[in-house]
């Protein structure tokens, strides 16, 4: 079975490894001694663990309930580089960079600005993933 060390498991998580540790010890997260007395993540319940997170930090209003996209991070709008037309907003969700293309009018009508909290929403046919190495 796949584990990983605290460090490892914050990594993943874009949060520090300090809060992993907060909750392991507060029951969120299991975690077992290795043989050298640190404290390992199951991949599993890892993976149970962002699942459930993910889920409870949808978004709460009605129309992106029925949404058929799945695929939601959380962020922070780091960068908005608006033209005449088009405006390209970045967004750091956790360790994680999102650049989106749009009308001006959408990151208008939306407020985008540097520091505003936004979710992007992804949906593609095609997803590509390579295993590190």
Known sequence: MTTFKISEAAALLG???DT??????GGRLP???DELGH???PGAEL???VRDQARGNGP???GARFSSARNRMRGIVTDVVRDGVM???EIQAGPFRVVSLMSREAADDLGLRVGVVAEAVVKSTNVVVELPD
């Not at 992993?20 to 010890?25: L, Q, S």
């Open 39 to 41: 404290r390992r993540v």
């Open 87 to 89: 405006a390209q907003v």
């Open 60 to 62: 709460s209003d009605q």
């Open 20 to 25: 992993v540790r907060r909750w392991v010890d």
């Open 31 to 33: 975690a077992s001694r």
């Open 15 to 17: 949060v520090s490894a």
């Open 47 to 49: 993976a149970a663990f």
